[in-house]
């Protein structure tokens, strides 16, 4: 059973928050798992500088500015908390797809700016190869998936969540719930048009993820969508 679920948005501002956060929930419960791939945290402490460099060859320099800062964190951990154990639970392939991904959807928003005909298998294809995420018990886990967060509740049955920051999924987050079959299809439509607007209007025209997701969560009629989904 996992002793506490501590939810990020996959922002700047939010991975601020979870790194100074981090040493309280170490002292207090000593094992935290990470959603980063097992690969990266293996190099992380003996080679910081080449677990940096996987990262951003492999997924860009977006995630290395989200996630650079955790070998530089697990040195430092292994002297000041000799005692922490961290895990991390995804694997590197995870976030290849998540890269193939985030194309296809920018390939799709595209066609769809330009008026092409909406083909919603495409736009479900995009989560078809969805793998279970399986988590560590007895750790503090760290969830930056609105869709993995709600697919463990269901699973788990914990409900309690510490979130570090705004506790509303993103339309990608949406169409992943709709593939999980967490949410009905019904809602495709609306989750597709939402997602156009999310990439295309906030997005795209941010300085960075966080002011992105500000922009999406001070949208009145995204939440009120959200709300009748009763997530």
């Not at 790194?19 to 003996?46: D, H, Q, T, W, Y």
């Not at 005692?83 to 290849?96: K, P, S, T």
């Not at 190869?129 to 869709?147: F, K, L, N, Q, T």
Request: proline fraction near 5%; include cysteine.
């Amino acid at each position: 059973m996992m002793r506490l679920v501590i939810f990020i948005p996959r922002t700047e501002s939010s991975l601020s928050l979870l790194r100074n956060a981090l040493p309280m929930f170490i002292k207090r419960f000593g094992k935290v798992a990470l959603p980063l791939p097992k690969e990266f945290c293996s190099i992380a402490v003996a080679n910081p500088g080449n677990a940096v460099e996987m990262l951003r060859e492999v997924v860009g320099e977006a995630f290395v500015r989200l996630w650079g800062w955790v070998p530089g964190f697990f040195r430092e951990a292994m002297v000041e908390y000799p005692f922490a154990d961290f895990d991390c639970y995804y694997d590197m392939d995870r976030l290849r797809r998540s890269i193939d991904t985030s194309i296809e959807i920018a390939r799709l928003v595209l066609r769809y700016r330009l008026g092409a005909k909406v083909d919603l298998n495409n736009w479900l294809a995009l989560f078809s190869s969805i793998e279970v995420v399986r988590v560590p018990g007895d750790y503090v886990v760290i969830i930056d998936d609105y869709a993995v967060l709600r697919f463990l509740e269901k699973t788990h049955g914990f409900r309690d969540v510490v979130a570090l920051g705004p506790l509303v999924p993103t339309p990608i987050e949406l169409l992943e719930l709709i593939a999980l079959g967490i949410l009905g299809r019904e809602y495709l439509m609306g989750v597709i048009e939402y997602v156009v607007r999310y990439v295309s209007d906030y997005i795209v025209p941010s300085r960075d993820l966080t002011e992105a997701l500000s922009r999406l969560v001070s949208d009145r009629d995204y939440l009120s969508f959200i709300r009748s989904m009763n997530l």
